[in-house]
């Protein structure tokens, strides 16, 4: 999916290196399932996704203890303390949060760490403004303690303070409403407790009569986020349709370039991920008890690997979905029952599969995987590579436009004249990841149908596998040795 505009233009800001402030990596020791992996934030942006209890929370309560507060805040910053209490079942020692973090021209190191009962190291913490919103523990209001007394009739409003309209027109953007007011009232019951009110079309409507989404999104606009300050924000979706998650990353990449400000985030939703580059996207990933970071992601990888409602003998990871598609129709053709046995996953960059591929040569998958890369990359530890010498896109168009693209244009209904002239036309771009888009919006036809119908003449035609097809005989060694 292509970037959005907002985010397309963060990226040009961090390629100038226009952030004096950014967290760039932590390194976790003995804590929660923590052994030192490295934790890498390459992007103003990052979204941390994994199953529950895979450390994504525990990531950014140490990126938050870190840093102290600067002069003049009301309070000192957060500490490891509050986050990693000793308590009657749970005891931490042996400890350390490393973290180097850049300042300016200058990279600075951090070590928080607990040898035995105490913390050790706050005079290394480095000073930034920490913003920390855990959107999934925010209440509605009939459920906060002492709110409810509060929308009693009888009470009167004693003090307004309205949201600028720069932070009501973010509301009303990633909600999808046009919201003409939006404020903060006390009552003269508790000149303390806020409710908030927004106005629609006349109607006003307070905090108890809110959507969950409503009352999240106007709690996290209405934060006060400084400029080079890093948030943090767990559960980023929480409440929010897939048209509103994604209109939220955009205005946080937007406050991200104006105000230069890191942003970090755990989800679970593809939709999130979607709207980030495949550098602010991090996997952790359970390998038999030996937790991994992943990068460059796949939203399809990660629902793969949160989502057991399918129940696979092997699990297959290619890059993209033309790998995909094309690693399917070699299964179909060759015995199509293979495939109601396994499950076939985009997972990214060639990065990530090397990374899985890693992880196969070591026994760390529970169940049995196998990993497959693009022919134009080399033999890697752990992986396949796809049949021919080059990017699927490429071996395939030009196989198939030597011998005239049998049975395709049948197969889709189209005119072969026009067919074969929109694919001389698609090679001719640079990138071949844009041809099929090209040579389908020609043929007005989808994308992913046009490369399935390239796919099966390609195999029924061109791909000639010596007597064991090494890419049936892997699935078939996988599936036995599941069994075993």
């Keep these: 999916m292509a970037l959005s505009q907002e985010v397309r233009k963060l990226e040009n800001k961090w390629k100038n290196r226009e952030f004096p402030k950014h967290l760039r990596y932590l390194e976790l020791r003995n804590i929660r399932g923590w052994s030192g992996q490295r934790i890498e934030f390459n992007f103003p942006i990052v979204a941390i996704v994994g199953e529950n209890g895979m450390g994504k929370s ?28 000793d308590t009657p079942w749970d005891g931490f020692a042996n400890v350390e949060i490393k973290a180097f973090v850049k300042e300016g021209d200058d990279v600075k190191y951090v070590s928080i760490r607990k040898p035995t009962t105490r913390w050790h190291g706050y005079d290394s913490k480095r000073e930034r403004h920490v913003r920390f919103l855990d959107l999934k523990r925010i209440l509605p209001f009939y ?15 004693t003090s307004i303070e309205m949201l600028d309209n720069e932070a009501k027109d973010r509301l009303g953007a990633i909600l999808g409403k046009n919201y003409s007011q939006a404020k903060q009232s006390t009552t003269d019951l508790d000149s303390l407790r806020k409710i908030p009110v927004l106005t629609i079309k006349g109607l006003e409507y307070s905090g108890f009569h809110q959507g969950a989404g409503e009352s999240i999104m106007l709690e996290l606009v209405a934060s006060e986020m400084p ?14 349709h897939p048209r509103a998650q994604r209109q939220l990353i955009r205005d946080l990449a937007t406050i991200s370039r104006r105000k230069q400000i890191q942003f970090i985030l755990t989800t ?20 038999l008890g030996d937790r991994r970071v992943v990068y460059g992601v796949s939203s399809e990888f990660a629902l793969a690997k949160m989502d057991e409602e399918k129940y696979p003998e092997v699990d297959i990871f290619v890059e993209d979905v033309s790998a995909q598609i094309l690693l399917e129709e070699i299964v179909a053709r060759a015995e199509l029952t293979l495939l109601s046995r396994v499950q076939i996953v985009p997972c990214g960059a060639a990065s990530v599969g090397k990374s899985l591929g890693i992880m196969v040569s070591e026994n760390r998958f529970p169940r049995a995987t196998l990993v497959f890369l693009d022919g134009d990359q080399d033999v890697s530890a752990g992986c396949f590579v796809l049949p021919g010498d080059d990017a699927p896109e490429r071996v395939i168009y ?12 049948d197969n889709l209904a189209r005119s072969h004249s026009n067919l074969i002239s929109n694919c001389q036309k698609s090679i001719t771009l640079p990138n071949h990841h844009d041809w099929n888009k090209f040579v389908a919006d020609q043929m007005v036809c989808g994308k992913e149908e046009l490369w399935r119908a390239f796919c099966r003449s390609w195999v029924a035609h061109v791909y000639k596998p010596d007597q064991k097809n090494f890419i049936i005989e892997a699935i078939q060694d996988a599936i036995d040795s599941a069994r075993r």
């Design 58 to 85: 525990t990531v950014l309560q140490a990126a938050a203890s870190v840093y102290r507060s600067p002069l003049g805040e009301k309070t000192n910053g957060f500490y490891p303390t509050v986050f990693f209490p």
């Design 143 to 157: 459920a906060k303690q002492g709110y409810f007394k509060l929308a009693k009739r009888q009470n009167r409003e």
């Design 227 to 240: 400029d080079n300050s890093l948030v943090l924000i767990d559960e980023i979706e929480t409440s929010l």
């Design 268 to 287: 679970h939703s593809p939709y999130v991920l979607d709207e980030l580059p495949l550098d602010a996207r991090i996997q952790l990933v359970n390998g």
């Design 398 to 409: 030009q196989d198939l436009l030597s011998i005239g693209f049998p049975g395709v244009a």
